[in-house]
Nanobody, 114 residues
Framework: QVQLVESGGGLVQAGGSLRISCAVSRSIFTINVMGWYRQAPGKQRELVAQITNGGSTNYADSVKGRFTISRDTARNTVALQMNSLKPEDTAVYYC????????WGQGTQVTVSA
């Protein structure tokens, strides 16, 4: 069993930055892949970024060069630094454990105003 708790969402203007974080209830070394996903109104949930327990990362094309996923293995947290935000980044962002995810957090709202 894994509990995931996201934090750090909010409202930001286009071009701004936000950092969201996911607290994981056990060692992230025991989870092969941690990921950030997002779901906008009326759309399917989509992968944003992933990080493996070996530290490899993968990004959706739409966020490459703007978003960075990272982990803190001492604190068992996974973060998503989002820069140069666009209105189309507006969504509920979810943390997911494993691939495909078997566990989800409750989500955190990110709203980017034009």
């Amino acid at each position: 069993q894994v509990q995931l708790v996201e934090s750090g969402g909010g409202l930001v203007q286009a071009g701004g930055s936000l950092r969201i974080s996911c607290a994981v209830s056990r060692s992230i070394f025991t989870i092969n892949v941690m990921g950030w996903y997002r779901q906008a109104p009326g759309k399917q949930r989509e992968l944003v970024a992933q990080i493996t327990n070996g530290g490899s990362t993968n990004y959706a094309d739409s966020v490459k060069g703007r978003f960075t996923i990272s982990r803190d293995t001492a604190r068992n947290t996974v973060a998503l630094q989002m820069n140069s935000l666009k209105p189309e980044d507006t969504a509920v962002y979810y943390c997911g454990a494993y691939r495909p995810p078997n566990y989800w957090g409750q989500g955190t709202q990110v709203t980017v105003s034009a």
